[in-house]
Structure formats: C-alpha cells, structure tokens
C-alpha cells in the first residue's frame, strides 16, 4: 500500500481515523495520507494532547487534530477537503519532524474565536450591535460574553465551569464596502471584557464611553488569547505547504519556530465572507520565529486577518544577572517566547545593548541550567565580555539568519502591517501587490518591548505594487523602519544594510512618506513609478516623501 | 553533616536556596532541613515548574517552591518561620515521594487570591464598597479588576499582557462581629467578573442589581481559579504535617491524591485577622481523593475558609462508550478530575449505576490506552458485565478506602460543611466541635455531578460537640447524607451502611433536623445531649428532628 485514503463520514469526528492514519504511516512507513473530496470534522474530545510552547501564541495544553512529531518524509493530500474544526483544537502540528508536505484542504471552525457585531449606533454611552447567529453571546451579570450558542445550564459552583467561551480584549471597526480596517480607526481595548446591556430589540447596547465607529460598519472583538494557531512548525526541516485555504484559526496562521526551509505555496488565508465574517484568522497570517534555511512565500493571499502578514525575526533575550565570570542568567523577555529552548551548549551568542542593538560581543555556550520556562543559567567557553551590564540582550549567530523569497502574494484587508522584517539571509520581496492599512514593509528590531532580532543585510525589493497602503494608523512610511533603537544612539549603528528598492509601483492617496528610514546604510532606491490617487481622503499633513536620518550611503534616484 | 540549615536573608528571594537545599539532599542523603527563625519570601521568578494535575483544583503548568519529587525519608522543621508567598507560586507539593515530615512554619501570600470588601451601602443597581490597600483593585472600561497594586504601565497590544491579576467568580458576605459567614447569606455568581464605577470618595459602586448585604459586612470576591494549593500530595505515602499554619493560598490547603497514610497535627488553616482579612484560604481546607491506608487529622483548626473543611472522596469515571467486549472508553466526569490516572492495569474497577450508585460488577484492568487528560480506552481481563449501559461509572475498589480518624479539630466560619465523608475504611470522627454554616457532617458520594465516590461502612461519630450549625444554606441536618441517588431509587440500596452517633452534644438554634439521612442501614443514635440555644434567630419552619427515609436497622434512642 502506497498511501492511506480517509473519506468523509458525515458529520462525525474524524479526530480518531486521522489519529489511526498517522500511527498506521509510523509503524508501515507509509509516506502518504490522501482524503476524498467532503467535509471532515475534528473535535477535541478524542485528540490527543500536549504542553506546546508557540512563539507569539499563548502556550498552552493543547489537544491536536494532526499531529506530527518526530514524523519523515510524510505527504497529507487532502484533495479539496474541508476540515472543521470544533472548540479549543490545534488544526496542525509538525514538530521534529523532516520532508513533510501538506496540500489541498481548507481550514475552517465552526465558531470563531473572534466575535462580529453590526454597528447600529453609538452615542455618549457606548455603541449599540447586533450580533448574527455565526457569534453567540450571553450577558452575564451586566458582562458581554461570548458563547458557543448552548445555554450552559450546568449549576453554579465555586469551581471552574469547563465551558467553552470566546474572551476578547480589544474591539476593532471594519469598513463592510471595502472589506478592510475601517480608514484611520484605531484599537479599542478591553482586557477585562466590557459591560453591556441587552436591548428589547434584539441588539445589545455596550457600553464604553468614548468608543467611535460608524453604522453599518463591523465592529470585531478580538480574541483575548491566540491559543490554537493553524499550522505550527517547530524544530523541523523541509516543510512544504501548498494549496492551503485557511479561513479560520484562534491565533496564528502559520507560526514557524526553530525550523530550517519553509515553502508556503498558494496560501490562502482569507475570510469566510459567505459565511457572514469579515475577519479571516485571529492573528498574524505567518509568522517565522529563529528560522533558518530558506523561506519560501509564493503566490500567497493574506486578507482581513487581525494583525501582520508576515513576520520573520529572530529573538533576543534578556541578560538578567551575571552569576560568575562565565555564568549568566537568561531571561526569556516577552511571555510569548518563554519555553523557546534555543541556547544548547555550542550555539553561538552575540551580546548586544538594548537600547542601541549594537552587537559588542560573541561567545559559545558550554551549558545550560534551566531554572523555568522564563529563566536559564547560562555558562560561556570563555570569560564574559568586559562592560556587560545586565539588561543587555542575547541572540543567535547561526541558524537565526534565512534566506527568504515572497513574490506574487497579496496583502490586503488586514490590521496592521505586511511584511515585517528581520534576517542577516538574502530577503526578495518581488511580484506582490501590497493594500496594506499600515506599512507594507516594516524593517524591525528591538531589545526592550519585543524583543525580536532584525536587521538587514541584503534585501531588494522589487517589482512590487504598493497599492494606497497606510490608510490606517499602524505606522509612517510604505517602507520603514521602527527598529527599537534610542534616538540619541541612531547615528552609531548602521542596523540594516544593503537594501535596494527598484521598479516598484508607489500609489499614494495622501503624501505620507514612501520610505521613512534610520540606521540604514547603502539603501538604493530607482526606476519606481509613483502615482497619486484619490482613493481615500488626504488627511495627513504635507510632508516628505522620503525621511530619512543616522543613515549613509542612500540613493534616492526618482 | 546530618541537616541542612537555612537563615532567614532579609526580603530576599528564597527560593534557589530551598531548591539547593533539596537537590544537596537528593545529592548527599541528608535526611533534613531546617530553618532558623524568621520570615521567608518565595517568588515564581527561580522557582522550578512543572504541569500537575491537581484534584478539586485547577490543573496546570505551576511555579513550585518546595518541590519534594521522588524524595524519601525527609523533614523539612520550619522552627516557626514565616513563609511568604508572591503571585501564583505553590509552596509545597509532595509527589511520589514517601516517609516526609513538614512541620513548624507558616504559610501566607504577599496578597491574598480573593478580595474583600467593606459593604457601605446597598440599593437596587447594586453596592458600594471600600477596600483596603490589602486588596488593591483597578476598573477597567467599566469592569472592576483586582491587581498586584503596582499600575500597569505596559503599552496595551494584541497579545496578552503576562499581568498578574486575581480573577473571582463569586461573592459571599462575612460577618464582622462574629467574623463568620452572615447568617443564612447565599452565594452570589459572577463568572465574567462585574461591572463597577469608582465614586469620588474612594469607594466603588458595583453594579449587581438584586445583590444582598449587610453594611459593615464583608463582601468577599472568591478566587475563580484553584491554582496555587497550600500542600499537595501526589502518588506518594507516610507524610506528616505537623505545626503548620495555613493563613492563606490560592486553592485547597492540604490536597492529598492517590496516596497512602497522611497525618495531620496540628493543622490550622485560620485568616490572618490582624493583616485586615477575614478569609484564610480560598477553597476547602483539607481534600483526599482515591487516598488510601490511614488519614489522622488530630488537633486542627479550620476556620473562615471559602470551602468544606474536610473532604474525603473516591472519584467515579464515567463509561462513555463501549468499544468491544471487553473495552470501554473512559471518560473522567469533573475537569478538575481530569489527568489523575489512577486506572492502571491490575487495578479492579467496579461498575456502578450512576442514578442508584449500586453496584453491579467488578473486573480487573488489562491494559490502558490514554487518549488524553479526559479519555482512555480500557480494555479488561473478562468480557464486560451484562446490562452494562453508556453513562454508568466505574471507581477502583483497592486502594480508595482509607481508616479515617478525626479528633480534637475545631470547625468554624468557613463557606458550607465540616466533614464530607466516603471511605469504606473504619471511620471514627471524635472530640471535635463543630460550629459549621451547613451541614457538619455529610455522608456523599454522587455519579452525575460531582463524581465523588462515597458509601460509609464503619462510622463512629462520638463525644463531639455540634454547637449550633446548619446557620448558613449549605444543608438539612447537622449529620446528613445529601448522596446523588434518584428518589425513586433510594429504596433498592443501602449506600452508607453501619453508622453509631453516641456522646455528642447537638445544641441548636432552631428546630431543623439533626439527622437527614436516606439509603442507610444500621444506624444507632445513643447518648447524645440535645440543647437548645438563641444563638441565632429560628427562621426555618419547624420540623422533625429526625428525617430518615429508605432505610433500615435505624435505632433513635434519645
């Protein structure tokens, strides 16, 4: 038997056949499991589960629908499939594992972790909605929650309950006729939920003072947590994903970690429209954490997902005591890195300021003495370097450094930015169309909030259309930079380098800057076509189109 | 070197020192540690971490301070120091681990899980209360949240926040004069948390339209999580727990589980009244799940905790599929019974009708096949037993019924009951004094809600005192059986079985009974002296002393 074929049976779980599918493929070495065309459903109740620790997700005990660890050469074809899933389940899962291909599915849940309402009105008090059947919610001693639709009828205890509910922490307004962030709009948040009253109409009146927005529009509450991403890809190699329509998961869409070649081909992360969403995924599309090799984006789609496109960096940790002449402790500094056990003895570290991100050092780690998720003790083959101070960061020389190649992907719709940026690797950004509400191409960096390593050293960016992006708050300049590096040290670090931004197509309703760029040197900018639209009203005050400071060796040649 | 001794370092974190401590004793075979007198301070930040399931609490990844794992023969002899807690840490866990003695120290937290407030004033959109600086609070976009104390001064983003925060889910009223649950005051619910409004003059208004309250009072915000107990003892036997005072932890004090001889002297879970609290810890005070061998509590005091004060339990897993002939799927009922896989091959489980509690069968384990935390697949020795039908539930017959000696312990002001009592072991409840809000002592056991196992077979309850109980809604009957059998069943099982109540003084504030039992055979009450008192107002109807029900042998001789 070459292959495994699974077929739909109706509206039962198939959690437990795919379950079975992927033993059977360990114990015979078989190298493929393809399904017939149909709907399957996964629910948590039989999937299996473990402690998993996902970069810019919430860790978590995960139940996993497709599960693979310590997997090689293994090809899922779903040949069309739809696969559902139900409630708090992680869809995929390829960790330590080698050549594995997965292709032609979509991905969808049932109830989405994020909620919609319509905006009816708003006034002094607060905003006035009305929810469809698709986000089931339930007022709960004056509080807006959200539900899975069942009453829950389960008697009140001093104990947890175990239902299934949709916490939200920030509400965000969507334009219903562009289908995107509503122009200019900002997040509003709720960290603790929101109180609200139920109305005899059917709405529901929530109550937020100084809360904006527009009848008509989608008012969307974020999910308060990102605890089931699509597709996780963690210290594996040769990881090909094709064909994949992902219209729905509860946090990121792909989120790759400590993983060598990734190729995502025909992505498509879009919303449901049909099914009366506005908002695809919860999160960041894609998302590469500490990769290496090369990564692949191609004829990518990235709509309506509530926050960036594409983020590759690496990750700096945060110098918190020196214990000896060759012994510091570590800290994990942002909760969505902890658990990220990159610094094995013979890794190579580079020390660098916080708030400069000036590299002064590199040692080789001996050993490594976990005291948490959060904190390692750390000793180096060599005595630490002199002028230490704790509050520096650490970050990876090898294998944090990919190549990277996005061409003819669309980036619309969504909150936030396009591409974000970090990798030493050879980076082409070419052939994409970029309707991005903030900027398209976001060279980052920083050791004090994010704590995600960047800096470029080759990059171009070619080709592309740059298609009235930064109709929204999230950032100045198509091409940018925000690296974290204080104002007064800008002038003595060249962060990114080697960038060439040629034969692209700027259009710009407003005169907002095209590039807007510090501690940058040899940055070549030719043969770009620039045009003026009228796509949305110009708000923004008159100003250049290219700033740029602490920087050598620019080109600007228009 | 035959101990370890440990100084008190000032406000400096001691946790690395207690964890080398540990691991110089696993080194070395020394065989104790001590500590010189003083206060302790214990921070999450060093602490080691590990995922437990922990029963009647909540599972997860926690933070340990005194981490005693596959430890023998140790005493810890705290020699009256003060250890101090912060955040969510758990101080002690004790797991496979055999002949370990804790005695002579404190356990408190830097603030408390729950919160307490001052009730100034009560109308129909709800209360207004004052908080001391104990209980630092924030409202957030109109929902009241309680914090660390220190502002939040983290940019508010997409992702969660890592903020140390103390969720509650309900509300229950002290009284401050006799610093004890207000007399007949019931729970009030708030799953989602609730909306507030600060007033100028420092108080807040809550909103909770149709919340009752005395001003004066203590409004009591109970944690929503179980997530930090003051003691667990996990797959382990021989513990002594000597000298211990209990002011304060994020769950039950002492939770014992799958383990074999647990001594308790001396115990006292007891609020730090002079720190401005009226609530010692936040659930039960004592907890044994599938314990087994011998369980003493000698010379305790439990008083003002938000739970039962001692609860001794088998659980029942439910059959939630029939797979073969031999093979169940398995399901644990309750999600803070999840994880606890005392279903081992060897192991004999009888079967058991969940509406009657009879039971019908009993097979040996073969083999197990976990799905997750919540499911198995057992297969058994011999074909499944006839009738067997999807719903009935299966407890271990080995190993889960423990000889219970209670004596000299003191029960007082805490949320609901004294003694929930299910071992078939000889139990013997002595010299103690009960003054309990509900039912002093309740006979249990249920397969459709709480999942505990009970059914007594040896009960002697002698020489106690019963001073005025049943003050509060948490029960009929000083000495009751509340088990979860269907009316209509009561009569075809004799679930708790030779009970002998001789010697005790009930003395009562009204009429209510001091005997409810149903499904019980061989009951005699002798020698007991019944007072009456005016310790309370006799709201309840009058009624007889004595309600009995389905069942037989019962000897009243009064």
Redesign the interface.
Known sequence: MDSINLEAQGASDATRAVAEALKECRKTGIRKITFSPGRYDFHP?????R?LYVS?N??G?K?IAFDLREVNDLEIDGGGAEFVFHGYLCPFVVEKSSRITLRNFSIDFARTFHSEGRIVSVDAEGMELSFSENFPYEI????L?FTEGSKNLK??T?????EVLFPY??LLEFDVKKRETAFMVK?F???????ARQLASGHIKL??PGIEGTPGNILVF?A???DCPGLVISDSKDVVLEGIQLLHCGGMGVIAQCSRNIYLNQLKVVPAFKRGRMVSIT?DATHFTNCSGKITLQDCRFENQ??DAVNIHGIYTGISRKLSEECLEVRWMH??QFGLDFIVPGVELEFVRAHSLITYAALEVKSVLP?????VQVTFTQPLPMGLVEGDVLACIQDNHPEVLISGCRFRGN?ARGILLGSRGKILIENNVFQTAGTAILLEGDGR?WFEQGGVRDLTIRGNTFDNCNYGIWGEGVIAVSSGIEEKERMKIRYHQNILIEKNIFRQFDSSPILSVYSVSHLIYRDNQEEQSTAYPAMRAPGPRFKMSDSDDIQIMR
């Open positions: 109740a039989q999937a299996g589960e402690y810019n919430d860790e005990l139940r709960r001693q004056g509080i929650v008697e009140q001093t104990v947890s309950s175990g922490s920030s997040d948040w709720a960290p603790a939920g929101l109180p109550v937020y974020g308060a947590r990102r999160a509530k926050d909760p969505q005291i948490n998720k959060e904190f909150r909030f």
